[in-house]
């Protein structure tokens, strides 16, 4: 049975589509099966995976029975994946996580790549999620974000939650001008689950729209696929 994990930030452009893919990728590494599910109807996740050309059918098609689920998963960069619909019309949080639970015999992860805001995508991807990443980078407005983000998934049933702070650098923390680790804790009031850095290949790879490298990043997205499998590895800042 699968785990379904929600991806959720609040604010948009602090790396929620890019965590899900590192983590689906470091999951895939570690033998599992994952399925990433984009609920951000802006659409990304076949983008970020240069599969746009590729897409025929969204997981609303399979919702409304336009198609079966097993002909809307795409794969790209060996990342399994459904598409977001461009509208959530006529896509009740019933019927949403019917197909999940539909698809949870198939896979050892379901990962919900949410959109920003607290709105009706967050609240379909929260009707099939059992826990939550929230993502932050160590910046006030982020940070106030995602507190909020935590709080409003906990309304939604999704109580579990923890936090992954994106794109850290030592450098500009010692230096103030970024929060530091305690105090993105503190202010968000979710467990620390990973700190990624600041990866130059990362930041490319968003032009490039393939996630073809992801060196400087990568231990850090390993760390965080051990951890959500309940490994005990060190939460270190590499
Ligand atoms: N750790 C990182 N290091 C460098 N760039 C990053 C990192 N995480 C995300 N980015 C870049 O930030 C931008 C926004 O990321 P994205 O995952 O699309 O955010 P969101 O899904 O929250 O809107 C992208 O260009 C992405 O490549
Ligand atoms: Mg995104």
Not at 58 to 80: M, P
Not at 145 to 159: D, F, H, I, S, Y
Not at 162 to 188: E, F, M, P, Y
């Amino acid at each position: 049975m699968a785990k379904r994990i929600v991806i959720a930030s609040g604010k948009g452009g602090v790396g929620k589509t890019t965590v899900a893919i590192g983590l689906s990728k470091a999951l895939a590494a570690r033998d599992k099966k994952v399925l990433l599910v984009d609920f951000d109807n802006l659409r990304s996740v076949d983008l970020m995976l240069g599969a746009a050309e590729n897409v025929v059918f969204d997981w609303g098609d399979a919702v409304l029975g336009r198609c079966t689920a097993s002909e809307a998963i795409g794969t790209a960069q060996g990342i399994s994946f459904l598409a977001c619909p461009p509208r959530y019309d006529d896509l009740t949080p019933q019927k949403v996580k019917r197909l999940m639970k539909e698809l949870e015999a198939d896979y050892d992860y379901l990962l919900f790549d949410a959109p920003a805001g607290v709105g009706a995508g967050l609240r379909l991807a929260c009707a099939a999620a059992q826990r939550a990443i929230v993502v932050a980078t160590p910046d006030p407005v982020c940070v106030r974000a995602a507190c909020r983000a935590a709080q409003e998934m906990e309304t939604m049933g999704v109580a579990n939650s923890r936090l992954v702070i994106n794109r850290a650098v030592r450098r500009d923390i010692r230096q103030k001008r970024l929060l530091n680790i305690d105090d993105v804790i503190d202010k968000t009031g979710v467990q620390l689950v990973a700190i990624i850095p600041e990866d130059k290949y990362l930041r490319k790879a968003g032009i490039d729209n393939i996630l073809l490298s992801w060196q400087l990043s990568y231990e850090a997205f390993c760390n965080l696929a051990a951890r959500v499998e309940g490994e005990q590895v060190p939460l270190a800042f590499l």
